[in-house]
């Protein structure tokens, strides 16, 4: 039988032995509170026509193409949703083809043409497709009417050009402009107050004043 004292060193030494590894998560989360180190940006140079002007811009080459819009450029026309991909409020239209602006970075444009809302018409001339949206009340809150506007012109564009869209139900005649087309082609355009209903209106003339 183990004599007392011996219990009460073995005693003594359990509990040395649970309080370090007691202490071991929290150095753990010590460890892992500490900022990873950043590293210098890497600067590149990058330039493109925005709106027909030409920019030369010495850029983080992280920087996406909306945040080289709207905090290099100051045009804050082009609005920034969910950054993501999903809600298309930063749709931008370069070299023809509409683009999520977030998706995609400012180097990757070098020699680009980018047209934003800021290009297609001014508050005495707006674009039809601008025109199109107040007369049929295209809006509510306004924020994704940019993207909405910019992606609307590249898709009339598209259907013009004979691009078939998963709605298009014989693909060896061109597209003809209708709701279903224009739901379809605009369904990467998300308007959280709602006003699908309009502007399919709006776009539904503009592509009857251009056909
Ligand atoms: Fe680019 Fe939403 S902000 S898709
Ligand atoms: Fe408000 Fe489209 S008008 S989100």
Known sequence: MPDPGEIELNRRALMVAAGACAA???MGANARSQPAPVGTPVLADVSFSVNGQQHALAIDTRTT???????HLHL??????????QCGACTVIVD???????L?????????????????GTADNLHPMQAAFVKHDGFQCGYCTPGQIC????????????????????LTTAAAVSEAEIRERMSGNICRCGAYSNI???????AGRQG
């Not at 804050?76 to 991909?85: A, E, L, R």
């Not at 023809?96 to 977030?102: D, F, V």
């Not at 995609?104 to 297609?120: C, R």
Request: glycine share 10%; proline share 3%; with cysteine.
């Open 96 to 102: 023809g083809q509409r683009i999520n602006s977030c």
């Open 104 to 120: 995609t970075l400012a180097i990757m444009h070098q020699s680009a043409s980018v047209t934003t809302i800021e290009g297609l």
């Open 24 to 26: 071991l998560p929290a």
């Open 76 to 85: 804050t026309g082009t609005k920034k949703g969910c950054d993501h991909g």
């Open 65 to 71: 193409l909306l945040d080289a819009l709207r905090e």
């Open 151 to 170: 992606s609307g012109v590249a898709m009339l564009d598209e259907i013009k050009a004979g691009i078939p869209s998963h709605v298009t139900a014989d």
């Open 200 to 206: 399919v209106e709006a776009m539904t003339e503009v």
